[in-house]
């Protein structure tokens, strides 16, 4: 960690925390972030929007800009997914966090993004970790497939020596040989990073395991390491996805996970709150 | 999975549990293993066994057999090494856990053990298998370090066409690239497991971490997971240990943390039973 | 390879190969690439180059924009350096490839270079991607850290989809759990990727081992399975080099390797031909 | 490499070299290991045998005792196996290496094999180890699945410890997360452990890549890189394999395959030679 500065615990001894909407992100209450891989239209989206946040989601999610590996694959909506997204969040109360792949796209992602999210492909794409790090927004920085701890707090240290320290970090599994899950979630990233940093860290169990059954266990293990968060991939018809259904789960199951999130949650000190 | 039969959830749907001493192994009830990695002298290793027992453990765990890297490493005390731990067993009332290393000591080694641990590095020693195979004694079967999922189950596959269907599975970490931690503890195997098998698995944080720092939370995250039991190492004096100290709790740190899983436990619908 | 149509041999059987310079990649003849990690100044890139030149290299490689894991380190002296680059290769006769890291920057590096470099880190940066597949320059395509073959081939895909076919594919490690070396050469993606397509395929030993002293068999080893060429560093001073010294040949263990590989390249039916 | 001793270049500056048969391993001269995965018939593997011979290679390779993933698969013939290997090695003047997966075979696999190989599963079985360290035999010692050189010059130092030098290793592929290849050819490893220490390195290029077709550029990749010799897999009709089908090369593309070794062979001034 030699190179690492701004983001280590030897700078800062207590927890970053800052406000997105009115949850408190790198507190005690942990914070839910849900909704589909790819915002697809505007009318399924608020009614997912508004079953999220009953459920207990404090932040919406959805892709408008999506990195694909084959160029042939549906890419997202961009500008108009953009204003879905921002049209949802408002509907449901919920703020709302996107991916920004360009720098050159960053103002028009930052108009209608609450956080800005650095996707697990850019995670050292430098130019745009600067860029990010000079807007005024919270960013939520995923680790890189094949990204050692440091390399990843490295990045992150990128946008905290630009200017911004509201970054979130996103542990969304690592890229092993092991092919029965799409992706290795690394729990042991949750708490070597609070061991290390004063960041805030959450879990993408859909992305990790890239199966929906898997996504309620993991995602109760990341809460138990010590995640501030979630990072959940829900879809009304999960079979009909254009992109990830095999990993996203039902709003039903999302409702069963958050219920059975909340006991575990004051078990281990912290809380599950109902978004005000 | 075209070629597991036995250990498939299609074979029997209910899950495997049985008795170990006084504990069931695959039920409800959470099992814990704990001791030293390596079993060093009479005195100190009847001391900690009464202190693990008093604040919960079930099994007494240590090696009297160590596989190590190095020729010129410590290897452990052998027979005098089983007849320790048998004898701290005893006066603690818990039964013990050790690793057989050859088919040749099988015989020697289960006439101490009431669990045959075969190690990381033996997962696939194919005739080792077949011999704990064919023994009255449960195996703890630990995955090797690169072994997939369905490698990791065709072994057990192998033991249970022997004629022993008391296999426990053990998650302990694989290898990836990252440095930080020892090996990688991969969680998404223990609902993977449970989706696949009817087998009992439980998870070693000490190894897979390599840091007793870490130990805590990956416990805890392992049991959110769905595991049945871990098996954690705990030395009088870790920094005096030899081999494996880093990774180690103290007595306190293991009391600590058996408080801690408690109520998690039954936040997931488990028990964390003093044992009887 | 579902996903892939124009990268493929289906696509296209025959090699596709192009001038670049007065040198033709993809052919018959081996194409050898070499120059420092970064440039750093005039001087000493001139005499470099004439070195260089003068053994036997082809094609000048050097960065002006150098993608670092931490934000405290030399990154490159920017536009100063594509200028340099550019009267280096004038002074020598060499064309030069050096690397973009930024859509933004793309018609400069463009105004400099005769080949431009998507670097490991970018490899699945799509929108860059998408840029250097409108312009109408080679593009060297480094594999990433743990990028499959597939989609690296995918990643290709995007830039011949855009209009560019001229790209030349470059293997220069992977990231595996074995430490000796910065990385591992995945040796088999060369014959790998001449069955799967017909973009040609160099091989960067100095970036796959981080060891000089591993450059020169490596390099013979990727001739030896089918490379077109390789990527080299060299430098005047590897102990004083701003970055990658350790992995840098000096110009007389550059023009050993030159000689050794010449009957190399004949036993196997390939030349390596003075530049003219 | 602090707890290697034997083993390293520190302790002895010259090649390790020692006569199997006619052959010298570990010097100028290049030795070939061929024959089937596994020995399945008397009269096939004469027949094959001479051909192999006749091609020019000097070592007969066969298993008679198979390590299988699944205990449902064929686990060779046993002892009937070593009897017919012997006897193909006797009719076609070849030493054979055989490999011997227990302690408790050892004398047996002794009485028929000229070199003892160690498969990659039981790269740390320290029992086995320490026996055929015992045994007046070459050790053939094949590179674990997840094995650093670290690691795996550890096992080597095991086997010299008990008192017998005469060890081959063998680079086999390792595991990563590409899934193209059924292993990943470590190339650097052999300069790597040229550097590292004074025994013989040889490469198999078949289990390394498991696909035919890359056999003679990953060959002859490991040629070039310094490998003192191959193991083959050869098959007079891989289609119809009991084991590794689709990585053993026909008996005519096993000949291409020498033919073309040859002039490689002396451009980095090594020999292939007719066995005498």
Redesign the interface.
Known sequence: MD??HLVTRQQQKENTNFRVGSSLVGDRPIVIMAGPCAVENREDLIGLALQLRQSGAHILRGGAFK???????F?GLGVEGLKILAAAGQASGMPVVTEV????DLEMVAAYADILQVGS??M????LL?EVGKVNKPVLLKRG??A????WL?AA??IL??GNSRVILCERG????????RN?????????IK?LSHLPIIADPSH??GRW??VN??A???????ADGLLIEVHPHPEEALSDGPQSLTPVNFTRLMA?LK??A???GRTLEQPS
Chains 1, 2, 3, 4 share one sequence.
């Open positions: 190179f690492c990195p694909r590996t084959s160029p042939y694959s890419c792949m360009d720098a050159r492909r850019n050292q794409n430098f130019t600067q497939l094949s050692t701890i440091e390399e490295m240290e990128y020596a630009a690592i890229r092993t040989f092991e092919t029965f899950t290795t979630l690394d729990i042991s990233a949750i708490p070597s061991e990790a395991s059954e898997l266990p993991l109760k293990a990341a809460i138990a390491a010590g059975e006991p575990l004051s078990a281990i």
